[in-house]
């Protein structure tokens, strides 16, 4: 098949993923999504332990070592069946601690320790690069020799680009692919459905392409199963001989790297929509395995049998349908081996580009803004921008090691290398969930340690020699100390060079943090984070890991707003202050919210960065170990009355506070109400006084006409000024008595929107130099409402800024938002804003936002849009944070009938 034919073809499979991904996408903000978030779909997602190695190396495995490629598949399959307990505990802290990453729960269960998240974070990257390099040998091999059959023997001729430019649009196209997707926002677990979905529909592809190779071979080639068996006797295969070592080394370490890899982590924990998805999956993906592997060894031997001797093992699942005429069969091989190869870059470079912003972008991010965390820019836009820029890297890294190895090693070989570098997780990760006492330096010192080792024994010497590491210390030694060779470490020689690799650094890693937790004693946090992770089925939540501080609820709200997005962030705030049994967008600060909001943070940024973001603002609020030991040294039942006494006397200080509250509400109502009746007697006063004094002088007579006019203007201009005063105060009482008629029909907002900025002031978008911002767009919305009623509330809203905003370029926004069956409209300048103290109060009658003089009338205004938007069945709220005054009206947008 010519190449420009096979980019075409790739081009449009990725497209029809793109629409998959997409159209998921949209269902998802639609909320249309439970069929997707199925058991099977979650099942599917997991065959991306699946890649290019399993779809092709494994046929080459099998032509070169017999049966031992069955250990790939054994390995994850006990994993599923045997310790299922382990999945479901990892789910269960994945869901209870917002974990996004594995090097997120290593961080989390050791005192939320932003050192180790970076430390398992070069890990990671560091042990994936083979692998991505391995994926794009895969595809560039697959290209090579599809377009070799078509268009002659010389690969580097012709039509047909070298591997080398090859391999780099390959992972020029895959970068693309998942920063378009992978980064479109900042998910609060971390979840991708689009993407989940897109995997799945490549786990069918890539079945079904083995599968119909598998059946072709045996019933289309061969005469039959018999047939096989016959031929597999009759090949060199059935003189293969078990090396139990090596066969029980590598079914290890595939049953570690189906936890271990980061690829893996994200769909089994990250990506886990509801626990019990794991019943299906223990046994569901153990079957999809056994349907992988069923066809490889028949595919060996036949290839074996009917390709020239000296053709590439590696890529029987593609050349043997080629060598039979069988081009439609090809293209199937190689879209299974694609979409294999694709699946893994993707989900990889998702998971590690959110290891690296989360551990090492967001920290040093925040050490450079020490102690500015609520005054900093959009923090989702520099996440998303690290997150971006990472999987570029991690696809770069991948490209430049498939370069400097020359891509000439077999699958497997370059599969395992990764693995054994993932595998250095375990300990930290087996001991974190099942051992309080492992702590911090116990888990560093094992991770550096046997990262160090692996290194030394394994990846470096995988370049080749003189590349990264010089022969002679490859094969003498450094300083010509044989006993540190590479490959015979201490003197250890004959072993096979991964068992070799995989003993001494799992050994030196095990040793290390065992020794280095029964010798260090671990930090408070630590302590609650153990005894959450262990207990982690004992517990409905996180341990509560901070007392009550001084922080303002405000300023959490303006930080989490620059990392949930304001939506969200108001959403969360609203939650919180309604389970208080209070009104607005600022509930106290208890631990108990912290905790909350800790965890809330913890699902976008990871564990360490959350903690340290509640921590700069809280202002270093986090229990002590003085508060740890005393709990300690008290008994269970002592434990139980305490925690009874704290909690009523929990409530007890939040009805003491709410009286206070509430007292000194009604103390600043009653000062408002004195200003209010001095102030109403004034304003009857004036206009009564100017109206008598100017009638005495009419009726004296002895005027000229200009100025019996000009009287006469006075007075009818204090007649209307006294009669807006007394139709304020009627409208109030109206209103509040509920004898107002409202007369309701279909309106567009973006008329009374504009009738609104007229009548306050705004002739046009700017005036006097406001500049006001709209998305005329967004206003197009018909609403069911009495139109005069309504615009009655935004001509006070928009008058309230024009009245107070002293900025100086101000400026108003006007956002419109649908809401399921309602529609959001925000009033937001850039002004001072109003006090925290003064926003109880804003909409009782007597309140006003400035002083007299400039208010120009009774304080009524917010009032009676209280009551009016009562009576529209919507509401009026102040919302904080904002950065200036902000005010949202919520109204449905069709009214109910009975209403």
Same mark, same amino acid.
């Given at each position: 098949m010519p190449f420009d034919i096979l980019v075409l073809t790739c081009v449009g499979y990725v497209g029809f993923l793109f629409l998959v991904a997409f159209a998921v996408e949209r269902r998802a903000a639609a909320g249309g999504i439970r069929w997707l978030r199925s058991p099977w779909v979650y099942t599917l997602s997991l065959s991306i332990y699946c890649t290019a190695w399993t779809f092709y190396g494994a046929v080459g495995s099998a032509a070169r070592s017999g049966l031992e490629f069955v250990t790939i598949y054994l390995g994850p399959t006990i994993v599923f069946v045997g310790w299922w307990s382990l999945l479901r505990k990892l789910v269960r802290i994945g869901k209870t601690q917002r974990i996004t990453s594995i090097a997120d729960l290593i961080s989390s269960r050791y005192g939320k320790s932003n050192a180790l998240g970076v430390i398992v974070t070069l890990m990671a990257v560091v042990a994936a690069t083979p692998y991505i390099a391995l994926q794009l040998q895969s595809v560039t091999l697959s290209f090579g020799a599809i377009a070799s059959a078509a268009s002659g023997p010389a690969v580097g001729g012709g039509h047909v680009p070298a591997p080398a430019v090859t391999a780099l649009w390959v992972a020029a196209g895959l970068a693309v692919f998942t920063v378009f997707f992978g980064t479109r926002n900042l998910d609060a677990n971390e979840q991708h459905q689009g993407i989940v979905t897109a995997i799945a529909v490549e786990a069918v592809v890539k079945l079904v392409a083995l599968m119909a190779i598998g059946i072709f071979v045996v019933w289309g080639v061969a005469q039959g199963p018999a047939d096989i068996l016959a031929r597999i006797q009759a090949s060199p295969l059935a003189e293969w001989h078990m090396r139990p070592g090596r066969w029980a080394g590598i079914t290890f370490l595939s049953a570690a790297a189906v936890v271990t890899l980061p690829r893996m982590f994200q769909v089994l924990v990250v990506e886990n929509a509801d626990e019990r998805h794991l019943a299906t999956a223990a046994w569901a993906f153990p079957a999809y395995l056994f349907l992988m592997c069923l066809f490889v060894l028949p595919i060996a031997v036949v290839g074996l049998e009917t390709l020239p001797e000296?053709?590439?093992?590696?890529?029987?699942?593609?050349?043997?349908?080629?060598?039979?005429?069988?081009?439609?069969?090809?293209?199937?091989?190689?879209? !299974?081996?694609?979409?294999?190869?694709?699946?893994?870059?993707?989900?990889?470079?998702?998971?590690?580009?959110?290891?690296?912003?989360?551990?090492?972008?967001?920290?040093?991010?925040?050490?450079?803004?020490? !102690?500015?965390?609520?005054?900093?820019?959009?923090?989702?836009?520099?996440?998303?921008?690290?997150?971006?820029?990472?999987?570029?890297?991690?696809?770069?890294? !991948?490209?430049?090691?498939?370069?400097?190895?020359?891509?000439?090693?077999?699958?497997?070989?370059?599969?395992?290398?990764?693995?054994?570098?993932?595998?250095?997780?375990?300990?930290?990760?087996?001991?974190?969930?099942?051992?309080?006492?492992?702590?911090?330096?116990?888990?560093?010192?094992?991770?550096?340690?046997?990262?160090?080792?692996?290194?030394?024994?394994?990846?470096?010497?995988?370049?080749?020699?003189?590349?990264?590491?010089?022969?002679?210390?490859?094969?003498?030694?450094?300083?010509g100390l044989s006993w540190l060779r590479p490959h015979a470490l201490f003197g250890v020689s004959g072993m096979d060079p991964l068992l070799h690799a995989l003993f001494w650094s799992l050994s030196f890693n095990t040793l290390a943090f065992c020794a280095g937790s029964l010798l260090t004693f671990p930090q408070p946090v630590e302590r609650l984070q153990g005894a959450a992770f262990v207990n982690a089925f004992d517990q409905g939540g996180g341990t509560r890991g901070w007392a009550r501080g001084m922080a303002e609820a405000e300023d959490l709200l303006v930080m989490s707003q620059r990392i949930l997005g304001a939506e969200e962030a108001q959403a969360f705030f609203l939650a919180a202050t309604r389970r208080q049994g209070k009104a607005g967008y600022l509930p106290d600060t208890t631990p108990d919210f912290l905790e909350r909001l800790e965890r809330r943070l913890a699902g976008s940024v990871g564990g360490a960065t959350a903690h340290a973001m509640v921590a700069q603002i809280v202002g270093g609020a986090a229990v002590s170990v003085e508060d740890l030991m005393a709990v300690a040294n008290e008994t269970a039942q002592i434990m139980e009355y305490s925690s009874q006494i704290e909690a009523k006397s929990e409530e007890l200080a939040r009805t003491a506070r709410a009286l206070r509250e509430a007292n000194a509400k009604l103390t600043r109502l009653s000062v408002q109400k004195d200003a209010f009746l001095s102030q109403i007697s004034h304003e009857l006063r004036t206009p009564m006084t100017s109206i008598r004094s100017f009638s005495e002088i009419l009726m004296e007579g002895g005027l000229d006409t200009g100025e019996r006019a000009r009287f006469a203007g006075v007075i009818h201009a204090e007649a209307i000024r006294l009669t807006r005063l007394l139709d304020?105060?009627?409208?109030?009482?109206?209103?509040?008595?509920?004898?107002? !008629?409202?007369?309701?029909?279909?309106?567009?907002?973006?008329?009374?929107?504009?009738?609104?900025?007229?009548?306050?002031?705004?002739?046009?978008?700017?005036?006097?130099d406001w500049v006001i911002e709209r998305d005329r767009a967004a206003e197009a919305v018909e609403v069911t409402t009495d139109p005069d009623r309504l615009a009655q509330v935004f001509i006070n809203l928009a008058s309230n800024a024009r009245k107070y905003c002293e900025a100086e370029r101000p400026r108003l926004k006007i956002a419109v938002r649908k809401r399921g069956t309602s529609v959001e409209v925000d009033f937001v300048d850039n002004g001072a804003g109003i006090p925290r103290d003064a926003q109880g109060i804003i909409f009782e009658k007597f309140a006003r936002l400035g002083d007299s003089a400039r208010a120009g009338g009774a304080g009524l205004g917010l009032a009676i849009c209280r009551e009016i938007m009562g009576r529209l069945e919507g509401s009026i709220a102040y919302v904080p944070g904002q950065g200036g005054a902000a005010f949202r009206v919520t109204l449905p947008r069709r009214r109910a009938r009975a209403a």
């Amino acid at each position: 098949m010519p190449f420009d034919i096979l980019v075409l073809t790739c081009v449009g499979y990725v497209g029809f993923l793109f629409l998959v991904a997409f159209a998921v996408e949209r269902r998802a903000a639609a909320g249309g999504i439970r069929w997707l978030r199925s058991p099977w779909v979650y099942t599917l997602s997991l065959s991306i332990y699946c890649t290019a190695w399993t779809f092709y190396g494994a046929v080459g495995s099998a032509a070169r070592s017999g049966l031992e490629f069955v250990t790939i598949y054994l390995g994850p399959t006990i994993v599923f069946v045997g310790w299922w307990s382990l999945l479901r505990k990892l789910v269960r802290i994945g869901k209870t601690q917002r974990i996004t990453s594995i090097a997120d729960l290593i961080s989390s269960r050791y005192g939320k320790s932003n050192a180790l998240g970076v430390i398992v974070t070069l890990m990671a990257v560091v042990a994936a690069t083979p692998y991505i390099a391995l994926q794009l040998q895969s595809v560039t091999l697959s290209f090579g020799a599809i377009a070799s059959a078509a268009s002659g023997p010389a690969v580097g001729g012709g039509h047909v680009p070298a591997p080398a430019v090859t391999a780099l649009w390959v992972a020029a196209g895959l970068a693309v692919f998942t920063v378009f997707f992978g980064t479109r926002n900042l998910d609060a677990n971390e979840q991708h459905q689009g993407i989940v979905t897109a995997i799945a529909v490549e786990a069918v592809v890539k079945l079904v392409a083995l599968m119909a190779i598998g059946i072709f071979v045996v019933w289309g080639v061969a005469q039959g199963p018999a047939d096989i068996l016959a031929r597999i006797q009759a090949s060199p295969l059935a003189e293969w001989h078990m090396r139990p070592g090596r066969w029980a080394g590598i079914t290890f370490l595939s049953a570690a790297a189906v936890v271990t890899l980061p690829r893996m982590f994200q769909v089994l924990v990250v990506e886990n929509a509801d626990e019990r998805h794991l019943a299906t999956a223990a046994w569901a993906f153990p079957a999809y395995l056994f349907l992988m592997c069923l066809f490889v060894l028949p595919i060996a031997v036949v290839g074996l049998e009917t390709l020239p001797e000296g053709a590439n093992p590696d890529l029987f699942v593609l050349t043997l349908p080629l060598h039979l005429d069988r081009g439609w069969l090809a293209m199937l091989a190689f879209l !299974g081996g694609f979409s294999s190869a694709s699946a893994m870059v993707i989900v990889a470079a998702i998971a590690l580009a959110t290891m690296v912003s989360n551990h090492v972008v967001m920290p040093l991010w925040l050490w450079l803004r020490a !102690g500015r965390a609520t005054q900093s820019g959009d923090v989702r836009a520099t996440v998303l921008a690290a997150r971006r820029l990472s999987i570029a890297a991690v696809l770069g890294l !991948g490209y430049a090691y498939y370069r400097f190895t020359g891509g000439g090693a077999a699958l497997a070989s370059i599969g395992l290398i990764s693995f054994v570098g993932a595998a250095q997780v375990l300990p930290a990760m087996l001991g974190g969930i099942y051992w309080r006492g492992a702590t911090r330096a116990g888990a560093a010192a094992g991770l550096i340690l046997g990262f160090v080792v692996w290194l030394y024994t394994l990846f470096l010497p995988s370049f080749g020699s003189d590349a990264l590491m010089a022969g002679d210390l490859i094969g003498g030694g450094p300083f010509g100390l044989s006993w540190l060779r590479p490959h015979a470490l201490f003197g250890v020689s004959g072993m096979d060079p991964l068992l070799h690799a995989l003993f001494w650094s799992l050994s030196f890693n095990t040793l290390a943090f065992c020794a280095g937790s029964l010798l260090t004693f671990p930090q408070p946090v630590e302590r609650l984070q153990g005894a959450a992770f262990v207990n982690a089925f004992d517990q409905g939540g996180g341990t509560r890991g901070w007392a009550r501080g001084m922080a303002e609820a405000e300023d959490l709200l303006v930080m989490s707003q620059r990392i949930l997005g304001a939506e969200e962030a108001q959403a969360f705030f609203l939650a919180a202050t309604r389970r208080q049994g209070k009104a607005g967008y600022l509930p106290d600060t208890t631990p108990d919210f912290l905790e909350r909001l800790e965890r809330r943070l913890a699902g976008s940024v990871g564990g360490a960065t959350a903690h340290a973001m509640v921590a700069q603002i809280v202002g270093g609020a986090a229990v002590s170990v003085e508060d740890l030991m005393a709990v300690a040294n008290e008994t269970a039942q002592i434990m139980e009355y305490s925690s009874q006494i704290e909690a009523k006397s929990e409530e007890l200080a939040r009805t003491a506070r709410a009286l206070r509250e509430a007292n000194a509400k009604l103390t600043r109502l009653s000062v408002q109400k004195d200003a209010f009746l001095s102030q109403i007697s004034h304003e009857l006063r004036t206009p009564m006084t100017s109206i008598r004094s100017f009638s005495e002088i009419l009726m004296e007579g002895g005027l000229d006409t200009g100025e019996r006019a000009r009287f006469a203007g006075v007075i009818h201009a204090e007649a209307i000024r006294l009669t807006r005063l007394l139709d304020d105060l009627l409208d109030l009482s109206v209103l509040e008595n509920g004898q107002v !008629g409202l007369s309701h029909e279909a309106v567009s907002l973006q008329s009374l929107i504009d009738r609104a900025l007229v009548s306050a002031g705004f002739h046009g978008e700017t005036r006097r130099d406001w500049v006001i911002e709209r998305d005329r767009a967004a206003e197009a919305v018909e609403v069911t409402t009495d139109p005069d009623r309504l615009a009655q509330v935004f001509i006070n809203l928009a008058s309230n800024a024009r009245k107070y905003c002293e900025a100086e370029r101000p400026r108003l926004k006007i956002a419109v938002r649908k809401r399921g069956t309602s529609v959001e409209v925000d009033f937001v300048d850039n002004g001072a804003g109003i006090p925290r103290d003064a926003q109880g109060i804003i909409f009782e009658k007597f309140a006003r936002l400035g002083d007299s003089a400039r208010a120009g009338g009774a304080g009524l205004g917010l009032a009676i849009c209280r009551e009016i938007m009562g009576r529209l069945e919507g509401s009026i709220a102040y919302v904080p944070g904002q950065g200036g005054a902000a005010f949202r009206v919520t109204l449905p947008r069709r009214r109910a009938r009975a209403a």
